[in-house]
């Protein structure tokens, strides 16, 4: 017959494949060979000669035995198609001899006895998918050395291409004498087991990715506070550089010593079966502290125990957050009541000549206030930069080119902003009505600096307006309004020059109402140069 690929017969021998015919020549020669064996048994017992007492009853014995024989093998079948596994027998040279229907559901086909050797499949592959000769084969293999052959594993393809991956359990059968009769194999499939196992590498490489890369802690720890394992993002907010430096230790001495009662008895109530959630502090290897937001759950271990497995985030940050905006709504809270209060105080202080005039005067100052809270927003209520209080106060003159600011890059704290819009409001406000700013071609230049006790100096300098004969008879609610404000919120000093060409004035703002780390120093109190210089409008006017 034919063979295909060492296996398989052709198409057209495939429909001699039968599960249990045997050889016709093979089936008389075994046949008379037992025949004989009990007719020479038979004769023995029945007269203690050969060949004569009993040969009457020789006939009946040997149908007895024919029966008996037949009926052992149809037993025999019908175990081996009971047991519902692949079963099949070989001769001594690795012929199949018989198999069960089992084993051509296995194989995929019937392949014919006498012809097929070793194995029924196909084909025959290892586990990782190197074809596998069939010579090699476990059968074979258990022939060949007159052994059982255990613990391996194969893939039998079948004659349309699937595969289908097995155990076989080989086995060497011998007679009364030791001689070798053949073989038996029992062959279980394993494709279920293999579907099983690669879903489960499927949801464990899943379940590791996830571990490993989620941005929040995971880790199990057992009933006694062992830290059993942490992810690599634990790892990090702890501050340790490798799983080894903690996995095996104490969780409890990660927690800051305040939280550690309560941390151990919610992890006692999590290993009893409940899940729970609470917030505690670690300290970290380096010493960093974080505040930390935990959602625990019981885990069974391998031993029945129950673990915490709990998920964990860092909320430092969080909670730096709603401190932060606590403090922020205080500080508008009280700022809001502050611009109230100056605003009532400035609508009940404020003088003029007529109802109009007292109007544009109360407007103004309400704008410089309002000026100061738009700035103090934009910044989150931290402070504001001088530099852009500066530009929001003198605008108008700005566009029209008449202002030049040159000053560092300089931010004061929320409780100066309002006072140095005020004063700059009153400043403008004199300027524009009696000073450089009232005439066309008049200019202001507005310098300042860092001082050398760490104070802001500021010269405001007024060019090209009327002519000053000095300082007003009568200081007006704008003068006293600025020199007590410089001094009392601002925590400086102020001197007006009214010199012919304009006024100059020298103020001062206290150190402490400067945000740190802004500014240029400058030796022995003099103005240097602005590190952040901006200039605006210092074209000529004509006239």
């Given at each position: 017959?034919?063979?295909?690929?060492?296996?398989?017969?052709?198409?057209?021998?495939?429909?001699?494949?039968?599960?249990?015919?045997?050889?016709?020549?093979?089936?008389?020669?075994?046949?008379?060979?037992?025949?004989?064996?009990?007719?020479?048994?038979?004769?023995?017992?029945?007269?203690?000669r050969p060949g004569q007492a009993g040969a009457a009853d020789l006939p009946a014995r040997l149908a007895a035995a024919e029966a008996a024989l037949a009926q052992a093998e149809q037993r025999h079948q019908a175990l081996t198609e009971a047991l519902g596994v692949a079963i099949y027998t070989t001769d001594t040279e690795g012929r199949l001899t018989r198999y069960n229907e089992a084993a051509a559901t296995l194989w995929g086909w019937h392949p014919p006895l006498g012809d097929a050797r070793w194995c029924g499949s196909w084909r025959l592959y290892w586990p990782d998918g190197r074809p596998m000769p069939h010579e090699a084969c476990p059968m074979a293999t258990a022939l060949h050395e007159g052994r059982p052959v255990r613990g391996t594993e194969a893939v039998a393809e079948r004659p349309?291409?699937?595969?289908?991956?097995?155990?076989?359990?080989?086995?060497?059968?011998?007679?009364?004498?030791?001689?070798?009769?053949?073989?038996?194999?029992?062959?279980?499939?394993?494709?279920?087991?293999?579907?099983?196992?690669?879903?489960?590498?499927?949801?464990?490489?899943?379940?590791?990715?996830?571990?490993?890369?989620?941005?929040?802690?995971?880790?199990?720890?057992?009933?006694?506070?062992?830290?059993?394992?942490?992810?690599?993002?634990?790892?990090?907010?702890i501050e340790a550089g490798a799983p080894a430096e903690v996995e095996g230790r104490s969780a409890l001495d990660l927690i800051a010593p305040e939280h550690r009662a309560e941390w151990q008895a919610n992890h006692a109530r999590v290993c009893k079966g409940e899940a729970r959630g609470w917030e505690f502090d670690v300290i970290g290897l380096r010493g960093a502290r974080?505040?930390?937001?935990?959602?625990?759950?019981?885990?069974?271990?391998?031993?029945?125990?129950?673990?915490?497995?709990?998920?964990?985030?860092?909320?430092?940050?969080?909670?730096?957050?709603?401190?932060?905006?606590?403090?922020?709504?205080?500080?508008?809270?009280?700022?809001?009541?502050?611009?109230?209060?100056?605003?009532?105080?400035?609508?009940?202080?404020?003088?003029?000549?007529?109802?109009?005039?007292?109007?544009?005067?109360?407007?103004?100052?309400?704008?410089?206030?309002?000026?100061?809270?738009?700035?103090?927003?934009?910044?989150?209520?931290?402070?504001?930069?001088?530099?852009?209080?500066?530009?929001?106060?003198?605008?108008?003159?700005?566009?029209?080119?008449?202002?030049?600011?040159?000053?560092?890059?300089?931010?004061?704290?929320?409780?100066?902003?309002?006072?140095?819009?005020?004063?700059?409001?009153?400043?403008?406000?004199?300027?524009?009505?009696?000073?450089?700013?009232?005439?066309?071609?008049?200019?202001?230049?507005?310098?300042?600096?860092?001082?050398?006790?760490?104070?802001l100096r500021l010269l405001w300098t007024e060019r090209g307006g009327p002519p000053l004969a000095g300082p007003p008879a009568r200081p007006g609610f704008g003068t006293k309004l600025i020199e007590s404000t410089v001094r009392g919120q601002l925590g400086g000093n102020i001197v007006q020059h009214w010199e012919a060409e304009g006024l100059r004035c020298e103020l001062t703002i206290a150190a402490d109402r400067l945000l740190p780390g802004d500014g240029l120093a400058a030796p022995g109190g003099m103005m240097l140069a602005p590190m952040d210089e901006r200039w605006h409008g210092v074209a000529a006017q004509p006239g």
């Open positions: 017959m034919t063979e295909i690929a060492g296996q398989g017969p052709t198409a057209g021998a495939q429909s001699t494949a039968l599960r249990f015919p045997r050889r016709e020549g093979q089936a008389r020669s075994r046949f008379a060979g037992l025949l004989r064996r009990l007719a020479g048994a038979l004769g023995l017992r029945a007269a203690g349309d291409g699937t595969r289908v991956p097995f155990v076989p359990y080989p086995t060497p059968l011998f007679d009364e004498a030791g001689r070798l009769t053949g073989a038996v194999n029992v062959l279980v499939d394993i494709s279920e087991r293999k579907s099983a196992e690669l879903a489960l590498a499927g949801s464990e490489a899943w379940l590791r990715t996830v571990f490993e890369t989620t941005p929040e802690c995971i880790k199990l720890v057992a009933p006694d506070g062992t830290l059993l394992r942490m992810n690599q993002a634990g790892l990090r907010m974080h505040r930390m937001e935990t959602r625990a759950a019981p885990l069974p271990l391998p031993d029945g125990r129950l673990a915490q497995l709990a998920i964990t985030r860092d909320v430092t940050a969080r909670h730096e957050a709603e401190r932060r905006q606590m403090l922020l709504t205080r500080e508008v809270d009280h700022r809001a009541r502050n611009a109230l209060t100056v605003a009532l105080s400035l609508v009940r202080l404020t003088r003029a000549e007529s109802p109009r005039r007292y109007m544009e005067v109360v407007e103004g100052r309400v704008a410089a206030l309002a000026h100061a809270h738009t700035l103090l927003a934009e910044r989150g209520w931290s402070g504001a930069e001088f530099g852009a209080l500066a530009e929001r106060e003198l605008i108008p003159h700005l566009v029209a080119g008449q202002v030049a600011l040159r000053g560092a890059a300089v931010s004061l704290v929320p409780g100066a902003v309002q006072a140095a819009s005020m004063v700059l409001h009153e400043l403008a406000t004199n300027a524009a009505g009696h000073g450089a700013l009232s005439a066309p071609g008049g200019r202001l230049e507005l310098d300042w600096a860092i001082a050398p006790d760490g104070g």
